[in-house]
């Protein structure tokens, strides 16, 4: 009887380039840098003209390859649940266009002084039994240069809160050198300062505080060795291109941020910003598969403007790459998803709240700790 035999053609070195050419060809720029990103690992040297071709990408494709490098790099269903807490409201001496805690604004927001130490903690306490496992701390300060007294009341509450067992983060304006290390040795996970658009557009809604004033923040708290989560805002009334050239400064930076939260303004009457158009989901879903695509190991999270999204909107960014919300009342001074509402979200989509992690050097120190006292 005659045996029919198949042969595996031969993949030769040309063959395969054919093949990489014509699958490029017929494919997005998502899907193609997707497949680099998973095969290769995090990169810092993205051209403004490759992520700008990730962003264009069809929504589709967005969706799905930033699934893909999700799957890759993260648990898939965890999501990190953060609250955001404004120990210290108004007064704002900056001109942020945006925020209604700015001095310069008629927004209706009266200045308050810094929280007491037994208000903030009450306040960590019950977002912890509400399932979050890091408490943000804002104040509305240009920096914190002459304010020594609350500086070190903060430097408490973050020794506090820490020792509730969750990760602590700060937003408090700029920093000098020494205030990142008090910090660090407090205990503080992560410093929030936010780039918040891309340095082009950036004169048109901030003039009080220049963009390498912020760099120089991030640069610090990175020395520090404190995470650095840093995003930015859309919805300012930037052009596509801004959005872009804000992720390029963050996908370049020499370690990317550890967390990036990606904001939707929420106008506010009587900001010089209050008649802007509402964010649109899929302007979203565009950046935050673009940065989990740049940026595969950071928490994308979706943060302000997340109250405007239904839970289908909701599960269309989880599913793109965003894995930490904020989550409570409110967001600062704006409206926010509270616990309730969340909790139901994540039920009904399956998800997992992502257990508290904090630097290796903390974990080491501990271990030393042990092994020294026998």
Known sequence: MLKLRFVR??????????????????????????????????????????????????????????????????????????????????????????????????????????????????????????????????????????????????????????????????TLGMLEKQQALELKKAGLTAYNHNLDTSREYYPSIITTRSYDERLQTLQFVREAGINVCSGGIIGLGEAEEDRVGLLHTLATLPTHPESVPINALVAVKGTPLEDQKPVEIWEMIRMIATARMVMPNAMVRLSAGRVRFSIPEQALCFLAGANSIFTGEKLLTTPNNNFDADQLMFKMLGLIPKAPSFPHDEADDCHEVASSSG
Not at 20 to 46: K, M
């Open 9 to 170: 053609p031969r993949l030769t070195p040309s063959i395969l380039v054919l093949r990489y050419c014509s699958y490029s060809s017929s494919s997005s720029a998502a899907a193609v840098q997707a497949e680099r990103t998973i095969n290769e690992g995090p990169r810092n040297n993205w051209t403004r003209e490759e992520i700008k071709s990730i962003y264009d990408s069809p929504i589709l494709d967005l969706i799905f390859y930033g699934a893909k490098v999700h799957r890759h790099a993260h648990n898939f269903r965890e999501v990190q649940q953060c609250t955001l807490l404004s120990i210290k409201t108004g007064g704002c001496s900056e001109d942020c266009a945006y925020c209604p805690q700015s001095s310069r604004y008629d927004t209706g927001l009266k200045a308050q002084k810094l929280m007491n130490k037994e208000a903030v903690l009450q306040k960590a306490k019950k977002a912890k039994e509400a399932g979050s496992t890091r408490f943000c701390m804002g104040a509305a300060w240009r920096d914190t240069v002459g304010r020594k007294t609350n500086f070190n009341q903060i430097l408490e509450y973050v020794k506090e809160i820490r020792d509730m067992g969750m990760e602590v983060c700060c």
